[in-house]
């Protein structure tokens, strides 16, 4: 029998149920539990859905850039990049599989949601610096989670500003490509989750235009 004891250098049997060695971005992304993330997406979702339909309902029109359903739907896609670069996913796929509560009041606020993402954010490019010399990975999970909790807190502050201008946004302003597509691609996967819900029974709302 030949000697085992040089078979663990090479990566033998022992080592095969130890998790494999991942990079410190996936190390810093795996800090999040997927729990906290599922929730984060349901809320973000939510608020895109909602705010892009409401939008629609009161300016007849669709949302234009950098408008608060705009960035809604900006930091609900950054956010579910991120996710995907953790989970090795592809960030549509993300999206389209994460479900929106029924009841409003099962969401935290927009205010805990900004503060959330702020430390999810934080938490996360300081992890990337202490594993990378003080670097943050451009396009990294800490990069995509900072820029969706930009929009989402330029978001909150613009709702405490009077809307005043909606008319002359539908006349002038198109919709911001990206952040645009995002919503329309969030409206595509919620029409389908509403339809479920209607015939489960757990929607009775009439038509809406």
């Keep these: 029998m030949s000697a085992p004891q040089q078979q663990p ?6 080592r095969e149920t130890a998790a494999p060695p991942v990079s410190p971005q996936e190390r810093a992304a795996q800090s999040y539990r997927a729990a906290e993330e599922d929730a984060m997406l349901a809320a973000l ?5 909602v705010r892009t339909s409401s939008y629609r309902e009161d300016a007849g029109c669709d949302p234009p ?8 739907a900006g930091a609900f896609g950054k956010y579910a990049s991120a996710v995907a670069a953790e989970r090795h996913l592809a960030p549509l796929a993300v999206m389209g599989a994460v479900d929106v509560p029924n009841a409003r ?11 959330r993402l702020a430390e999810q954010a934080e938490a996360a490019a300081s ?4 594993a990378n010399g003080g670097v943050v990975a451009r396009g990294g999970v800490a990069a995509k989670l900072q820029s969706a909790a930009v929009k ?3 978001m909150v502050a613009m709702d405490k500003a009077p809307t005043e201008a909606r008319a002359s946004e539908c006349a002038g302003a198109g919709t911001g490509a990206g952040e645009g597509a995002a ?6 996967g919620e029409a389908a989750s509403q339809q479920q819900q209607r015939q489960q029974g757990l929607r009775g709302a009439g038509p809406s235009l």
């Design 183 to 188: 919503a329309q691609q969030v409206e595509a």
């Design 45 to 49: 979702k939510h608020e895109t859905v």
């Design 105 to 115: 009041d099962a969401l935290p606020s927009e205010e805990e949601l900004a503060q």
């Design 127 to 130: 992890a990337e610096r202490s």
């Design 65 to 72: 850039r950098n408008s608060p359903p705009s960035l809604a």
């Design 9 to 14: 250098d090479s990566g033998g049997p022992a």
């Design 152 to 154: 989402f807190a330029r």
